[in-house]
Structure formats: C-alpha cells, structure tokens
C-alpha cells in the first residue's frame, strides 16, 4: 500500500508560496547572479527563478542552479553564436504544457542542457519554425534518465537523453546542493514529500563525484529516514529499547543547546545591532558550537548504539524468519501434491491457478528477504512469474472466488526489493564512517538511491509501505481458507505455515526499515560532528579578520544558520 502524505506542488503559484515560506526565505546566501558582459556569460543561482529572467538573450554561456524554475508556457531561448545554455533544477513548473524553442532565423548551433528531477507540465522542444517538435518525455519523476541535452541547429533538432548527471567541481552548483539540504532539514518535519524529494536530487547530482562525497552523505542520511519512515507506515513505530533516561538526557541537553544559540543567532542577524554586539554573539555562539561539539559526539554514540540495538533484532528477526522457510517448504510439498489431485469444475480454473501461484510466491518471498545473491535473483524472478499467473488468472472469464489479487503480489515485492536494497547497504556506509573519523582520507562510498527503487526516488508518494504485508496476509489466508473448505489435502496446515509465514516476514521487514533509519539516524549524527568540527575551524579564521565587512559577516551568517539548522534537527532525531 502506498503511503498518504502531503503531495509537493506542482504549480508556479505553489512553488513560489514555497520558496517564499519564512523559514526558506531565511536561508542566508541562497541566490547569486553573476553577468560579464565582455565574456557573454552569465550564472544564476535561486530557490525559485523564473526562466524569462534567467536566460538573457545574445549570452554565449548561460549556467541556472535553482531548486525550482518556472517556465513561461512558450519559452524562447537566443544564446549567441554557438552558445550555451545549462539548467539544473529539481522541479520544473509552468501553469500548462511548455514549448522550448529558439528564433525562428538561426544561423548557428546552441546547446541546452536540462537536468530536472520534477516535472510538472509536459515540456516539447521546437524549431523556431516549428517545423520539428520533440516532446521531452524520458526525464522527470520516475524516468531513469537525469537530463537531456538538446542541439538547435539550422538543420533542425536533435535530443539525447544523459542516464547521469555530468561530473562539475562548480562552486555554483556546491552552494545550490547546500541550500537544497537545508531546506531539506527544513521540510524535515514539515513535508516528508518535499524533504524526499530534495533529498534524492541532491544524492543523485552528487553520486559518484568524491569531491561531494560528504553532501552525497547528508542527503542519503536525511533522505533514508525519511524514506525508512514511510515504508515503516504511520501506524508501525517499533523501536529497539535503551534505556530511557540516555534519551531523555540527551534530548534535554540537545533542546537546551538549540534554545540557547537561537538566541544568539538572533542579535547577530540582526543589522540594526552594532559591530559590538554582533562580535559579542560571534563569540558566544562560537563557544556554544564548541560547547555542542562534545554533545554531538554523545548524540552519535547514542545513535551507534541504537542501530547497532535494532540490527541485533533484524538478525534475530532474520533467524526466525529462515526457520519458518524451512518449516514451510515440507508443508508446501503436501499442498502442492493436494491441489494437483483436487478435481475443480471449471469455473475455479482460476482459483486453481492462484493457489499455485500462491506457492510459487511464498517461496519468491522467502528467496528474497534471505538475501543470497543467487537466492535474490531467482526469487526476484519467480516472484515475478507469480504475478503473472495470477494476472492471466484473473483475465479467465465466468470464474469464482478469486481472492488474492496480483496488485497485492506487486505491491509487497516492491517493498521486499527496497528493502533489500537499503538493509545492506546502510551498514556499508555506517562502517565507513566509523573509520573516516580516524582517517579523513578515506574515500565515502556515494549513491542517488534514497528509496530502494528509483521509482520513488523523487516522488515519496509512491514509496510503498509495510502494509503490503498485511495485505498479502488477509488475502492469501482468505484464499487459503477456501482450498481448504473445498477439502484440498494439506491445505489447511499450509495455511496456518503460510500465516506465520507472513507474520514473521513483516516482523523481519519493520525490524530492518528501523535498522535503514537508527543506521541513517548514526550517519546524520556523525556528519554533524565532522560538519561541527570544520564550521568551528571555519568561525575562527574568519572572525580573526572580521572588522565588519558584509561578504565576511554573511559567510559567518551561513555557518551560524547551519549549526542552528542542525541543533534544531538533532532535537527532532533525539524524540
């Protein structure tokens, strides 16, 4: 089942309300636009650009950061000869269906890259005669492809579609990504969809290039919860179990440090203050973020020693959960040999075929959450033959008592497939961590997976839930229950396997989606002391020079907005 959340906007109007949010607005250094006029090149950089401002005509190169861009529905780019043009924008919005196209005389070539992750208007691109249209159909939510580029020419169009996103050292694009997390943190607690969303795109742009391999960190850690949470469900909290009062003091003293640096972020942000005052806080806060960098090594122990606590009970889950597949398969062998003696009228050839599928799928389910290569694999495969069968099944006409329906098969392999693909991968990133705090030269494995499917990556709407388990439950026991009340041999001992079957395996799930979170929950802790550590390195240089000089006393604004951003954070993480 697929989780109810706040869906994004998808309109200019709600994408400016977003962007204009005081808590976003807020962010410090979150635009810049620079434009040479003697080299034609221009480079923007926004939350929300509107694309008639940001692609000037006659530029030769022009370069667009932002989180969203809102295109006029008919869009006319004039680079200059042989120019230019890079977007790289999360969201795409307009208020209907947008043509990109170029004047209608054209003597030269120019290039458009476009790498999005959200699209919310269909986009054609076009001659200027309109001669050629081709619709930009293969990049946006749930396409696996990051961009396209696209090549105007006098001989007409050509479109090629980019699988990921180019590797850049931009210092543009760097700070763009920054601000993306921080309002990552932000929607955190506001708009799981949003805070997903921001964070796959940041993970994905970020993938692959070790140069960002600490931003690629953040947004798995922050994006991994989130995406652990809303598998795990609204109505599902299990949580492995210290002891209390280690909670409760480190929450206290995490709310008291918050509480106390607000308050001094505040009278320095404050212009009307004076260069005394605003020293004084730079001071204070400065010692504050000292202060706070032993209690963000408490924080990440702590953390440690809860993903560690809910790994213990994921094994002793997966233990369980293997002892009851082999319990299964001798009471599989028994049915199996029922249903194939069972004389059926015709009008139940399809619940015949659905109980065989049935089988087929329980042993697909057992293959996949144990997690053998080889095993993984074939129940990937055989799960999906299942499907199949069932599918077919439900096409044959004037049949009966059909129960278990394929859409339940799907739903609950999607979830075993994300899983299957976060469990082992956050233990990877948890270790490594564990020794880059050793040793800062050691590289960071990166990812742009924030969900286990790549489906769900920009849209949280589709993450898939824990209660495909109950589903797949209720379902295959009702299905079960009518084998049995037709007197198929063995039918209902299976039944009562296949039950504890399902419930164990949702146990083993819930028990690793809270695994992906405590293991993210770690990596965001430990982040934030090496963050910590450099913001306080950073405060000390920049303060020996500052005698109050605006680029200087912004760039403090930013640190000071981080370290106040991620206390606050922490205070959430700790509850």
């Known amino acids: 089942m697929k989780n109810i959340i706040i869906p994004q906007p998808n309109s200019p109007s709600g994408w400016q309300a977003y962007a204009s949010e005081k808590a976003v607005a807020s962010i410090p250094l979150q635009a810049s636009q ?27 190169r022009v370069n667009t950061y932002a989180d969203v861009l809102a295109l006029d529905q008919t869009t006319i780019i004039a680079p200059n000869d042989n120019g230019t043009i890079l977007i790289v924008s999360r969201v795409l919005t307009s208020n209907g269906s947008v043509t990109l196209t ?94 997903i969303s921001l964070c796959s795109h940041v993970a994905k742009i970020s993938t692959g290039q070790q140069a960002y391999a600490l931003i690629n960190t953040q947004a798995r850690a922050l994006g991994q919860q989130l995406a652990g949470q809303a598998m795990a469900g609204k109505n599902m909290s299990y949580a492995p179990v210290l002891v209390l009062s280690r909670y409760k003091e480190t929450t206290q003293a995490a709310l008291n440090a918050a509480a106390a640096f607000e308050q001094q972020f505040e009278r320095f942000q404050d212009k009307a203050q004076s260069l005394d005052v605003h020293m004084h806080a730079w001071n204070v806060m400065l010692s504050q973020a000292i202060n706070e960098y032993n209690m963000r090594i408490s924080m990440r122990n702590l953390a440690l020693e809860k993903y560690e606590s809910s790994v213990r009970t994921a094994t002793s889950c997966f233990q369980q959960f293997d002892n009851d597949i082999f319990a299964l398969e001798s009471l599989r062998i028994a049915f199996q040999l029922g249903l194939s003696n069972w004389a059926f009228e015709q009008k139940l050839r399809a619940v015949f075929e659905i109980l065989q599928a049935t089988v087929t799928f329980a042993i697909a389910v057992g293959q996949l959450c144990l997690g053998s290569p080889g095993g993984v694999a074939q129940g990937a495969i055989a799960g999906r033959q299942a499907i199949g069968a069932v599918v077919a099944a439900e096409r044959i006409a004037g049949q009966v008592n059909k129960i278990l329906s394929s859409g339940t098969l799907q739903t609950l392999l999607d979830c075993i497939e994300a899983l299957g693909t976060l469990y082992p991968s956050v233990d990877t990133i948890v270790r490594t961590l564990i020794q880059f705090g050793n040793n800062s030269s050691i590289n960071i494995p990166t990812t742009g997976d924030i969900s286990g499917t790549s489906r769900g990556d920009a849209d949280a709407a589709v993450i898939v839930t824990m209660a495909a388990w109950d589903r797949w439950l209720l379902e295959a026991d009702d299905q079960m229950l009518f084998a049995v009340s037709q007197g198929v041999a063995g039918a209902s001992v299976y039944q009562l396997g296949l039950r504890k079957h399902a419930i164990n395996g949702k146990q083993l799930a819930q028990a690793q989606a809270e695994a992906v979170k405590s293991g993210y929950e770690y990596v965001q802790t430990q982040m934030e002391v090496i963050r910590c550590s450099q913001n306080i390195a950073d405060l000390q240089a920049l303060k020996a020079g500052f005698v109050g000089q605006e680029a200087v006393y912004l760039e403090a604004k930013s640190m000071f907005y981080d370290r106040a951003m991620a206390l606050r954070t922490n205070v959430v993480l700790s509850l």
């Open 102 to 195: 170029v004047p209608i005389v054209l003597t030269t070539t120019c290039v458009v890259s476009i790498y999005t992750s959200v699209i919310n208007q269909p986009i054609t691109v076009a001659t200027g005669d309109n001669t050629k249209r081709i619709a930009l159909d293969q990049i946006g939510t749930r396409k696996v492809n990051a961009g396209v580029i696209v090549v105007f020419s006098p001989n007409g169009l050509q479109v090629e579609y980019q699988r990921y996103y180019p590797s850049s050292t931009s210092k543009e694009l760097q700070a763009s990504l920054n601000t993306q997390l921080q309002i990552g943190l932000i929607q955190f607690w506001r708009n799981s969809s949003i805070a």
């Open 34 to 60: 620079d434009i040479y006029q003697t080299s034609r090149i221009a480079t923007f950089r926004g939350v929300f650009l509107n694309a008639s401002a940001v692609l000037p005509h006659s530029m030769s």
